[in-house]
Structure formats: structure tokens, C-alpha cells
């Protein structure tokens, strides 16, 4: 073997093991997060709580204060 395709092997094993690693991390870190809910977040007008209510709703009453509010947008 010539001292090139020597460096080229080790070059690409590094490679495919880091590749590997970060895909390993990569699956642990989504089983373990958390999935995002679909929810909408609506922030009160006179109270300012901030709270989530299902996706289909368009208006919501704040569970604090009993407002109806409109979504929220950051």
C-alpha cells in the first residue's frame, strides 16, 4: 500500500466514524425530546397569561381572567 491510500483509509474511517457518532446522538436526542404539540399560543390582553388551546380554536377564553383573546403572534 502507498502512503496515500494509507492516509485516504484513515481520512475516510475517521470520517465514517464521526458520521456514525453524530447519528447515534442524532436518534437519542429525538427519542428522548419531546414532540412539539400543534397547539396556539394565546397571550391575554388584560391579564398577560400566556396559555395554549387546541389548533381548530380562533378565539379562546383565558383560563385566568375569562378575556376571549386572539392568537398570539411572536
Known amino acids: 500500500m502507498t502512503t496515500s491510500t494509507l492516509i485516504f483509509l484513515y481520512v475516510f474511517i475517521l470520517l465514517a466514524v464521526l ?3 453524530s447519528r447515534y446522538c442524532d436518534l ?3 427519542r428522548f ?3 412539539p404539540t400543534e397547539d ?3 397571550r391575554c390582553t ?3 397569561y ?4 387546541d389548533p381548530d380554536v380562533v378565539r ?10 386572539d ?4
Open 40 to 42: 396556539t399560543i394565546y
Open 50 to 53: 400566556v396559555y395554549t388551546d
Open 60 to 69: 379562546s377564553r383565558c383560563p385566568q381572567c375569562g378575556r376571549v383573546n
Open 46 to 48: 388584560d391579564c398577560g
Open 19 to 21: 458520521a456514525g457518532v
Open 28 to 30: 437519542r436526542r429525538r
Open 71 to 74: 392568537t398570539f403572534r411572536f
Open 33 to 35: 425530546e419531546p414532540e
